[in-house]
T-cell receptor
């Protein structure tokens, strides 16, 4: 069964802490994505990566960074967490090119910043 | 401009009835794909159905069908014979051929199935 696995379902952090959200996929997909989901706003793209060590900014990259050292792993980093980063974070992966390949999602990580 | 628009924040449907969830899209790329996802309260995004821009027929997957009207740029999801387990958020998404790495999502529709 193909899978995208996110390291933590629920996290509670304090303002100013560094936060790591990890995502691993076992489908040998080139593309990996980090989305943020907030009520009424849908899914907003933070960063995506189409290859190892490659990254592209999405719609809301401010306050976030990413790392992709291995093809199967894509990490989202909050250097100094703030309360407005309290949200649901979704990792996803897909094949590189073409319009037919759907996104496969992890179960999501719900982050609360106090 | 929004790439994907879902104008129904919330919908209610009686169990066993059919329901249509609206989605319009905006692209100038002749090659694109349209997707629908379901997100139950557990949070996981579940892929439901796909329609390609060059597909001649509307996509169907079990009780799900996609009413694809290319000229109107709409891709509505039809769920037939609604079940209580269909209560969830539903998201429409698009992937363009030219910039094929990005997926664009709508804001979602919350569907509640009433027994």
């Amino acid at each position: 069964d193909v899978k995208v696995t996110q390291s933590s379902r629920y996290l509670v952090k304090r303002t100013g802490e560094k936060v790591f959200l990890e995502c691993v996929q076992d489908m040998d997909h080139e593309n990996m994505f980090w989305y943020r989901q907030d009520p009424g706003l849908g899914l907003r793209l933070i960063y995506f990566s189409y290859d190892v060590k490659m990254k592209e900014k999405g719609d809301i990259p401010e306050g976030y960074s990413v790392s992709r050292e291995k093809k199967e792993r894509f990490s989202l980093i909050l250097e100094s967490a703030s309360t407005n980063q309290t949200s649901m974070y979704l990792c996803a992966s897909s094949l590189l090119a073409g319009v037919t390949g759907e996104l496969f999602f992890g179960e999501g990580s719900r982050l609360t910043v106090l | 401009a929004q790439k994907i628009t879902q104008t129904q924040p919330g919908m209610f449907v009686q169990e066993k009835e059919a329901v249509t969830l609206d989605c319009t899209y905006d692209t100038s790329d002749p090659s694109y794909g349209l997707f629908w996802y379901k997100q139950p309260s557990s949070g996981e995004m579940i892929f439901l159905i796909y329609q390609g821009s060059y597909d001649q027929q509307n996509a169907t997957e079990g009780r799900y069908s996609l009413n694809f009207q290319k000229a109107r740029k709409s891709a509505n999801l039809v769920i037939s014979a609604s079940q209580l387990g269909d209560s969830a958020m539903y998201f429409c998404a698009m992937r363009e051929g030219a910039g094929g790495n990005q997926f664009y999502f709508g804001t979602g529709t919350s569907l509640t199935v009433i027994p």
